[in-house]
């Protein structure tokens, strides 16, 4: 019998809500995985693994902190330690555009890339396929080779949406057509990206999704996990084993006209935040009571970390005798505001291109955007003459070349649907009225965490 362990979407280094303590928490869940593949975490009795594989998303950003790295290689030290090798790919959140962080891990001997070619371990052949873009879709091949044992049981791994075990809503392919793009006939397929426990047989193949071994957003309310795979005689058994994760705690706090920090205080005392990421939700009518005090509380009721949503104030929608008309495209809204900023002529080049462009990640925009720019400031300053138009000119030269800087890293993190330190959604944040707080109690803007 070969024994596996998955692991997935670990986002080493995701400083959720701006917490080093929930940094500290995605290190930690890791480390548990490890503990688990090694037959030693205190709460599992199972024995070590043959291997573990992880299916994408090792780490966070695509740049994640080199002590982020240095931890996760000591981590996997652990298990080279044991004899248990560590397989993986690349998710969507770590893709860079040449070498990735797996190759330079492989340096240090104690993880592997999993590719088209198989590894065999025991008596399973282990295939992988990095995370893919939507427009790279259709033109990827898989080109998954035979293994040289005929009678291997054939497991691919992947990070992609995939419908089933994905909500169709959420999903970017449909499953049946990923197993017939394989062109190769699999066993199972190993998935990441989805962050809860989900699993399907389709085609006749075994189709799941381990989750993600720390909470990543909101809404991620079930246990965290990691799977044991069984494999004998061409069957496979899977048991999901739970990661000993922080609790999240809720709490509504619905502000009538009179109630003050009483009554705020009051309903903090009612729940138990004690070491929990406390998610604090502010409704109702506006006080003097701040987001800031609440915060205060919150932590001093025994919370680690602490976010507070301040949407006092807010009419609900009422969906019969509501607002009516028509829903505004987001192009069509981003054009009004960027129409009411009077931008220049540069800078409404460069934010087209960024916005417009569906492969950021390869297509050189910071070195466009600054040969545009250059262009920009030689033709407002050249001229030496002392006109009013060459001085607006100037001006607006001056204006193109501060707007329109763009950051490598920024441009790179947009391939994978991230800003340069947060979630996908963080370009949005400065517009929803979040308030949020690191454990120093300084405000910070929510990370906007998704499912991937």
């Known amino acids: 019998m070969t024994t596996l362990l998955h692991v997935s979407d670990t986002h080493l280094g995701k400083r959720q809500y701006g917490s080093d303590v929930r940094r ?27 291997a573990v594989i992880h299916t994408g998303d090792l780490f966070d950003r695509r740049t994640p902190p080199l002590p982020v790295v240095r931890n996760c290689i000591r981590t996997l030290r652990k298990l080279e330690d044991g004899e248990i090798p560590f397989y993986g790919i690349v998710g969507n959140h770590e893709r860079k555009m040449d070498d990735q962080w797996l190759d330079l891990i492989e340096e240090t001997r104690t993880a592997s890339r ?38 291997a049981f054939r497991l691919l791994c992947m990070h992609q949406l995939l419908h089933p075990p994905v909500p169709e809503i959420m999903a970017d392919h449909a499953t049946a057509e990923t197993i017939e793009k394989a062109d190769l006939t699999i066993d199972a397929l190993a998935l990441g990206d989805y962050h809860e426990a989900e699993e399907a047989v389709v085609d006749g193949v075994d189709v799941w999704y381990p989750g993600s071994t720390e909470r990543c957003s909101v ?9 044991l795979l069984d494999i004998e005689d061409g069957t496979l058994r899977r048991r999901a084993i739970e990661l000993d994760t922080r609790e999240f705690r809720h709490v509504a706090i619905e502000f009538g006209e009179d109630d003050g920090y009483g009554h705020a205080e009051r309903v903090i005392e009612r729940h138990d935040l004690d070491g929990a990421v406390a998610l604090v939700g502010l409704r109702g009518e506006r006080s003097s009571v701040t987001a800031s005090a609440v915060y205060d509380l919150a932590t001093e009721r025994g919370a680690a970390v602490c976010k507070v949503d301040d949407d006092r104030g807010r009419e609900a929608l009422d ?37 417009g462009d569906n492969d950021l990640g390869t297509s050189h925009v910071a070195d466009w955007a600054e040969e545009r720019i250059r262009e920009a400031q030689s033709t407002a300053f050249d001229d030496g003459d002392s006109s009013g138009e060459t001085e607006r000119n100037g001006e607006a030269g001056v204006a193109d070349a501060d707007a329109a800087t763009v950051d490598d ?29 690191d454990e120093s109690g300084g405000n910070e803007t929510d990370d906007g965490e998704g499912r991937r």
């Not at 008309?325 to 087209?352: C, F, H, M, N, Q």
């Not at 994978?416 to 996908?424: F, I, L, N, V, Y």
């Open 24 to 50: 500290k928490d995605f290190a930690d869940a890791f480390e548990q995985a490890i503990d688990i593949a090694l037959g030693t975490h205190p709460e599992h009795d199972n024995d070590p693994v043959d």
């Open 114 to 151: 999993l590719n088209h070619v198989p590894t065999t371990v025991g008596d399973v052949a282990l295939y992988g396929i990095d995370s893919v873009t939507k427009p790279a879709w259709d033109a990827t091949e898989f080109d998954l080779e035979e293994p040289d044992d005929g009678d």
């Open 219 to 227: 809404g991620e309310e079930a246990p965290r996990s990691v799977c």
């Open 319 to 355: 969906a019969e005798h509501g607002p009516s008309g028509t829903v505004k495209r987001p192009d069509e809204l981003i054009e009004e505001r960027l129409a009411e900023a009077s931008l220049g002529g540069v800078t409404r080049d460069v934010e087209a291109r960024v916005r």
């Open 409 to 437: 890293d920024t441009v790179a993190d947009t391939d994978s649907g991230t800003a340069a330190d947060g979630g996908e959604d963080s370009r949005l944040d400065s517009w929803t009225g979040t308030t949020e707080h």
